[in-house]
């Protein structure tokens, strides 16, 4: 390439092109500014309310397996409740994200301070998504018009239900998904810790949503790791009671027996008090085994019941989280300023080109 090819470019082409755009640059720098004034302030104020736990490790967990637990972490390997039957705290977010989840929130009430007034979840969230702009930008969020209405029925892909599988209508996707994507849950491996964080536009909301979380979390690992175990209590109860009425029986037939042939004192009488002897002891062994039995399943469930000691409970959050207004207008202002600068050059190499031309 000859040296008569290349392009110099000299401090002052610089200054020149930069005095020649300093207009269109301070216009669309204005327009940028004022773009993203307004799109901060028809955002919605967005309030953080978190909630930080620390479940119980059980003993069997790798947590008290010292070395060889650390060991198999370098080498890739999980063996997180390798020993127990709870749910892995790395997987408490998956449970959070659930469609189960989503559904059983959406149902629950909640007071908003900015309607000011007890309504269920999914209501509140489809009257805050009917907000306009205009509305925020003048603060009469409070004249959006509640939908206490029933909704439509939707046509299912299975209205009798045959495949026995879980069926969403398209709205209730939809606030299911809004629902999710305002919750976030963390859990710190090294600390322990899980924090359920939620984002909510009502304070209100947010901590309360934020306790529903974890209720719904505890209550979910608290039935994983105790189910079996309840099973067996109830299927115990049901037994010992079987047990106690065929012991009941048994000692009343044992002493109608008696009662009966109390002057006789042939063999076939005692044959007959010997067998029903022996009915009443075998009744008597089966209740006391499996009243012990039921006794254990009981000591069992409350030692399998897991305990979440919280550190930090929900709050309502007294100032917004976001948006960052300032960024935003900062940001309107440096995006229109390099198109303002574009804007320039391209009509300069447009201006040329016609020029050659």
């Known amino acids: 390439m000859d040296d008569d090819d290349l392009i110099q470019i000299r401090p002052g082409d610089l200054w020149k092109f930069l005095q020649r755009s300093r207009l269109a640059v301070l216009a669309f720098a204005v327009l940028g500014a004022l773009a993203g004034l307004y799109y901060g302030f028809s955002k919605p104020d967005d309030y953080k309310s978190e909630v930080t736990v620390m479940p119980e490790v059980s003993a069997g967990s790798p947590g008290g397996m010292g070395n060889l637990g650390s060991l198999a972490g370098l080498a890739g390997i999980s063996m997180d409740n ?116 939620v984002i909510m536009p009502d304070p209100v909301v947010a901590a309360t949503v934020a306790r529903f979380s974890l209720e719904y979390l505890t209550h979910y690992i608290t039935s994983y790791r105790t189910q079996k175990v309840k099973n067996q209590e109830r299927f115990l109860t049901q037994q010992v009671e079987q047990s106690r009425r065929r012991y009941q029986t048994a000692e009343y037939d044992l ?68 948006p960052r207004r300032t960024l935003l207008v900062l940001a309107g202002l440096v995006a229109g300023a390099v198109v303002g600068l574009g804007w320039t050059l391209g009509k300069t190499i447009l201006e040329k080109m016609n020029r050659q031309v």
Do not use: W
Request: proline share 9%.
């Open 82 to 197: 390798a020993a127990g039957d709870g749910i892995r705290p790395d997987l408490y977010p998956e449970v959070l994200q659930s469609i189960p989840f989503a559904l059983q929130i959406l149902k629950q009430p909640v007071y908003s301070k900015h309607y000011k007034t007890v309504l269920p979840l999914q209501n509140y969230l489809k009257r805050h998504s009917r907000e306009t702009a205009f509305q925020r930008l003048t603060g009469n969020t409070d004249d959006t018009p509640a939908d206490d209405s029933k909704p439509a029925p939707v046509a299912l892909p299975d209205p009798k239900n045959y495949s026995k599988a879980l069926q969403v209508s398209p709205e209730q996707e939809g606030l299911a998904a809004m629902l999710t994507s305002r919750i976030t849950t963390t859990y710190e491996r090294r600390t322990g810790v899980v924090t359920i964080e």
């Open 255 to 322: 002493e109608s027996y008696r009662d009966r042939n109390r002057s006789l004192y042939s063999g076939l009488a005692r044959i007959g008090e010997q067998r029903l002897q022996a009915e009443f002891l075998l009744a008597q062994t089966v209740y006391n085994d499996l009243s012990r039995q039921l006794e254990q399943a009981k000591i069992r469930v409350q030692e399998e019941t897991p305990v979440f000691k919280m550190l930090e409970p929900p709050r309502i959050p007294l100032r917004p989280n976001g």
